[in-house]
């Protein structure tokens, strides 16, 4: 048994959250400078060049990439053969972020009660979702998500027989509705199967995936280049601009369903897709 002591979830935990907010990923550059070689529109090359120069800029002032430097949302995978001495993990990680979105200067942007809408002041609570696993190490991955996207993201339970063309018109239609709101380019998260929760997860989920890494199985990795031609031809473009690069990749998860249900959930993320990844 290894025993991993709080404090060290929690300065970790800290110091992500500065990371991914200030910090743009290199595989979301690449897909950017890629972007700017095809894209047709000369207004939209111009587009994709102010977003590499703002990371540029973001990434050598450290800050933010954004002004909404979104909720909190951890990925937890827990080693079996752990013991995490001290606060509770769940307690570690709130305080990492409280620590991080104050001493690192990040907008709080989060209201204690969905109604009353007062302010936490330090972005607290944060979404954790836990996977339990083999072995004595701690993975953490952290992906503040802002919600000019989030709002548009969508959640359908279709039927089996709407099958693959009913999933590509919703997550066609869903990307269509969301326009220029989400900031794109966007990097749009498909959940397929489980249940309606579950749908919702694995979106958010795919989301964290670098852009680079198609689906492992080849008949998902191909529904991943149909659905991402189908929405580059909606012609929305960089920041609603037009032009061809509506998305610069389409990440699906998939998890086995009931006979009579195919949940199929699209978490729309901005081009940013801010994520980074931890193992204690």
């Known amino acids: 048994m290894r025993v991993i002591q709080s404090e060290i979830i929690t300065k970790t935990v800290r110091d992500m959250c500065i990371k991914a907010n200030c910090h743009i990923n290199s595989d979301i550059r690449r897909a950017i400078e890629n972007s700017i070689e095809t894209e047709k529109s000369e207004v939209s090359k111009g587009v994709l060049k102010n977003l590499l120069k703002n ?88 992906a503040p998500k802002g919600f000019g996207s989030e709002n548009k993201s969508a959640l359908k339970m279709l039927n089996p027989s709407d099958g693959i063309e009913g999933i590509i018109d919703f997550v066609t239609e869903t990307v269509r509705k969301a326009g220029a709101n989400p900031c794109p380019p966007m990097v749009i998260g498909v959940g397929i199967g489980g249940t309606m929760d579950k749908a919702a997860q694995l979106a958010k989920k795919a989301l964290t995936r670098d852009i680079d890494a198609s689906n492992e199985k080849p008949f998902y990795a191909d529904l991943e280049k149909k659905l991402l031609d ?51």
């Open 55 to 142: 990371a540029e800029i973001a990434h050598n002032k450290e800050v933010p990439i954004c002004q909404d430097t979104g909720m909190a949302v951890f990925f937890v995978e827990i080693g079996s053969e752990i013991f995490i001495e001290g606060d509770t993990i769940t307690e570690a990680i709130n305080k990492g972020v409280s620590l991080g979105y104050t001493e690192g200067y990040l907008r709080k942007s989060v209201v204690a009660d969905p109604l009353d809408r007062i302010n936490t002041k330090d972005n607290t609570p944060a979404v954790i979702h836990y996977d339990f696993v083999k072995g004595d190490k701690l993975k953490i991955t952290f």
């Open 230 to 280: 189908r929405i580059n031809k909606l012609g929305i473009g960089p920041q609603g601009m037009g032009g061809t690069t509506t998305a610069l990749a389409v990440n699906i998860e998939t998890y086995p369903t009931h006979i009579a249900g195919l949940p199929v959930a699209v978490n729309v993320n901005c081009h940013a897709t801010r994520h980074t990844v931890e193992v204690i």
